[in-house]
């Protein structure tokens, strides 16, 4: 605070031997925000002066400050409430680290005419009811009140200049109602000279989800205390310990799809010294388990995202459709939303990648949640048809990792017509008798007992409804990849194909052999498939070193994870049962030019 | 089958489960008229033929008799079902396929759980879903000694769309003549929403005759979502892979060509989804006369139409459903 006094009497001292400074006698506006994003605001020079307009070169940010520095917010067991505490909830700047989430805006000292007041507004009518302005009050930290249209700014504040701070209460969810920019203008009124006025455009921050090539920061895990989950999560921190990211967290619901009910992801405004002022965001999923409750109809897990992980720099969001069709729920999961890793082609960059989900236009996830996530526009959305999955969700097929390409990243993809090969080559080589997945079962959830999965491969390949869903996968597949070849650029040598065989279940498919490519990927070296209980040929199980010989050509080293039990035979992998918050990137969002 | 599984509301729900096996055993004797099964099950009880009926109660205890540990087998899982549900991704557990994992002995259990004795002390909201597992199950083990109960749930047309599908799917898997002759049949007096979902399941009925209905369908619907699922159903009846591990190939190329040819008239008719699923279900049959039928689809297309059939045919010579 110090530090803020003294650059204020500074500015003071410019002011008084400034000449140019109403010379003319007029009233004098000038308001400056962080403009050219240097995390500071500038009076005292024309650093922040290019401020109406907002490019990738220009124009201050400012962040929704839905956080809650000082956990002060009471959970609430209501769907409808549970999201409402936040710290932007009241008029009230909570402490310190609460003022931090606030840009800052000033209004550059000048001599006014005697009769001259000021008022500062929102000038852009859809952001009035979600921006809120203060005004500083005193040197602390958190010194500010809620500043109005009504609040009055004396002349003497006005030649000595007033600081100001913004926050946005929501994110933009439709753009039809808010895009997002602000523009704040400041009103100096003299009856006697006249009246003028200044504008700062700005910018809410975007919300973006976290690509798989940025870092694993926090993996997690739910705990739901049966023997197949703890099996999970032990080999699970053995694979982060070796790839060096700490031991998974936990989270302690009954529902075990940790991917499903919440997606990590962040928001940043500049920060000073070149660094970003992060607020990490998570959203709930738009799950709708139980609409006739008119309290409480969401998936139940999903309220961790406000219970347990808000926080300081933490945030909550949730945007859900209870009249969405209940058929098509399981894409609202976040299986079904992936991050593609950056890219640029034809001239066009996502330096942030893109969100990656699975929708038709006649079998899609909630479309209020969809309109939200598009209306960041930073990660522009790719559809691709997963309505042939009984789950539904892109992460069952494909995947991305890290590769030394020009690229930077390579595809994974599920490849059933390798895996039917694969079996038939062991058919041809003398291995049609050889079983696979030995020692487990489809239905007890501990043993293998009475209702064994074990088959031989000569038993698989004549399995009509194996064969069946696998051909109808394999083309599947190839449609959903020749979407993203044609939006990436994608070339065949930038896929590895990953082979498993599907069944049918419900009239669509699922996974029959555990699901390779849905596991995790968790640094540049470590990737955490399924285990995936192949059959033994020649020594080795050829479906383990299906993935482990093309991951280890780029430098990656596959773990296998043990999730039969508890995960594979309900329908998902350890990357369904799982979910990870990443590093946040390097580049700034405000550069994309979206 | 170990009774234990250490799912949560297992021991809870065994009980009364046992008592329905019970209760199940002494319905098998008695009339018609005295039957307490909930409504499902008395309404395929209704619906069935009197001999039919009196078949599959006779078949039940015949069953019990010879072996009683497939019913307590099948009970465990019915029981184990609403928290396997809770479990799963989806929120659904794959009951069909544990159910057929039993074997053949399962399908007397599951008949009995159908028709005459419909799973006790299971959630209201779970009933439906638990109740088309079962019939997903009965279909899976291929037996036609299910088809009465299956066909009698067919020729209600009160059933909601997804137990629609799920039952012409079973009576498809079953596919003999009897079966055949149902789905085309229903199929014929189907509009809609409950053709849409009799295609649905149709497919997975390789027999020449219920494939030209479909492709009949295909070709005459102006309605794109029938077009799709229509087009899914072709490319099930003639899926390449699926022929490969069936026993009788006497229809196979009749049934992949009748498929391929409505699929590529589909495919110059239609745009968007309905287009997609026709291209990928051509691909899932890979008929040997695929590139002819769209050589000839060419000859006096429209530049956009032509241009896209080459892209189909560019798709179809490196089909990813053919070894590489």
């Not at chain 1, 990656?356 to 006649?362: N, Q």
């Not at chain 2, 229809?251 to 008719?269: C, D, K, Y």
Request: hydrophobic fraction near 40%; include cysteine.
């Amino acid at each position: 605070m110090a530090r803020v006094f003294s650059s204020t009497l500074l500015v003071i001292a410019l002011v008084a031997c400034s000449s140019d400074q109403g010379a003319t006698g007029k009233p004098i506006a000038d308001l400056r925000a962080d403009s050219n994003r240097d995390g500071e605001v500038h009076v005292d020079d024309d650093s922040d002066m290019n401020k109406t307009e907002w490019t990738e070169k220009t124009g201050a940010i400012f962040l929704a400050n839905i956080d809650d520095d000082n956990k002060r917010c009471k959970s609430s067991s209501s769907d409808l409430t549970i999201a409402l505490c936040n710290d932007a909830q009241d008029a009230v700047i909570n402490g310190d680290d609460d003022a931090h989430d606030l840009a800052r805006l000033k209004t550059r000292p000048a001599s006014q005419p005697e009769d001259a007041t000021g008022h500062v507004v929102i000038a852009t009518e859809d952001a009035k009811a979600l921006v809120r302005l203060f005004k500083r009050t005193g040197p602390g930290e958190a010194d500010f009140a809620e500043l109005t249209d009504a609040t009055v700014i004396t002349r003497a504040e006005l030649e000595s200049g007033v600081e100001l701070a913004i926050e946005a209460k929501d994110i933009v969810r439709d753009p039809s109602r808010w895009d997002g920019y602000v523009d704040v203008q400041l009103v100096v009124h003299s009856p006697s000279h006249g009246d003028a006025k200044d504008t700062v455009r700005m910018r809410v921050a975007p919300v973006m989800t976290y690509h798989h090539l940025l870092p694993a920061e926090t993996v997690w895990v739910a705990d739901t205390k049966t023997d197949g989950n703890l099996r999970m999560r032990k080999e699970l921190q053995a694979s982060c310990r070796s790839a060096g990211v700490s031991s998974p967290e936990r989270i302690e619901v009954t529902d075990q799809w940790a991917q499903d009910f919440f997606e990590p992801a962040f928001m940043s405004m500049p920060g000073t010294g070149g660094t970003q002022h992060v607020m990490r965001v998570n959203y709930r999923s738009a799950n709708v388990f139980e609409p006739k409750r008119t309290e409480t109809p969401l998936r139940p897990a999903g309220q961790i995202v406000f219970a347990m992980m808000r926080g300081k720099d933490v945030a909550g969001v949730q945007q859900f459709d209870l009249s969405h069709n209940a058929e098509m729920d399981s894409l609202n999961s976040f299986g079904n939303l992936e991050t593609i890793p950056p890219y640029e082609k034809d001239g066009i960059s996502y330096p942030f990648g893109r969100v990656l989900r699975g929708a038709t236009r006649s079998w899609f996830p909630d479309r209020a949640f969809a309109r939200m996530v598009n209306a960041q526009l930073q990660q522009p959305a790719i559809e691709i048809d997963t309505s042939w999955l009984f789950v539904g969700h892109v992460d069952e097929t494909l995947s991305f990792v890290k590769a030394p390409t020009p690229r930077g990243w390579m595809l994974l993809m599920n490849d059933a017509t390798l895996a039917k090969k694969m079996l038939e080559d062991a058919v041809a080589a003398g291995a049609g008798d050889t079983p696979m997945f030995v020692g487990k079962s489809w239905v007890d959830f501990d043993t293998s007992e009475e209702t064994p999965a074990q088959a031989t491969i000569s038993e698989v390949l004549a399995d009509r409804q194996v064969m069946q869903a696998s051909a109808e996968a394999a083309v599947e597949v190839d449609a959903q990849v020749a979407i993203l070849k044609q939006e990436i650029g994608l070339q065949d040598d930038e896929i590895l194909r990953l082979p498993f065989l599907h069944t049918v279940y419900g009239g669509k498919s699922i996974a029959y052999q555990p699901g390779t490519v849905n596991g995790i990927y968790l640094s540049d070296t470590r990737f955490a498939a399924p285990e995936p209980h192949g059959p033994i040929v020649g020594g080795k199980d050829i479906f383990r070193d299906a993935v482990s010989e093309p991951l280890a050509k780029i430098g990656i080293t596959a773990d296998f994870v043990e999730d039969w039990d508890a995960y594979h035979r309900v329908l998902g992998e350890v990357h369904c049962g799982s979910n990870t918050t990443r590093k946040i990137p390097a580049a700034r969002w405000w550069e994309s030019g979206r | 089958m170990k009774t234990n599984m250490r799912l949560g509301s297992v021991h809870k729900l065994f009980i009364p489960t046992m008592a329905a096996v019970a209760c199940g055993a002494a319905l098998a004797g008695a009339p018609r008229s005295a039957l307490a099964a909930p409504p499902n099950a008395q309404s395929i009880a209704l619906r069935m033929p009197a001999q039919s009926f009196a078949d599959l109660q006779r078949d039940v205890s015949l069953a019990r008799a010879a072996d009683p540990r497939p019913f307590a087998m099948v009970n465990d899982i019915v029981t184990l079902a609403p928290d396997a549900n809770a479990r799963a991704r989806a929120r659904r557990a794959p009951i069909a396929l544990y159910l057929a994992k039993l074997g053949p002995s399962a399908l007397m259990p599951v008949l009995e759980k159908l028709a005459l004795d419909a799973p006790r002390g299971v959630p209201a909201e779970e009933a439906p879903t638990l109740r088309r597992d079962l019939i997903e199950a009965v279909g899976l083990l291929h037996d036609a000694r299910g088809l009465p109960v299956l066909s009698a749930i067919l020729d209600d047309d009160t059933e909601d769309e997804e137990t629609t599908r799920t039952v012409t799917e079973a009576i498809a898997r079953i596919g003999n003549d009897d079966a055949a002759t149902k789905l085309v049949t229903s199929l014929a007096g189907a509009r809609d929403a409950r053709a849409r979902a009799i295609l649905a399941g149709i497919g997975e009925c390789r027999r020449l005759r219920v494939t030209e209905a479909a492709a009949d369908r295909l070709r005459t619907t102006t309605d794109d979502a029938t077009a799709r699922v229509a087009a899914r159903a072709l490319g099930r009846a003639g899926n390449a892979w699926a022929w490969k591990a069936l026993p009788d190939h006497s229809e196979e190329a009749r049934i992949r060509e009748t498929a391929a040819r409505a699929l590529v008239g589909s495919f110059v008719l239609r745009n968007g989804e309905a287009r997609t699923a026709a291209s990928n279900a051509l691909m899932v049959v890979d008929a040997p006369e695929t590139p002819a039928l769209i050589a000839a689809a060419k000859k006096g297309a429209a530049p956009e139409t032509a241009k896209a059939l080459d892209t189909l045919a560019a798709r179809f010579a490196r089909n990813p459903a053919r070894t590489r």
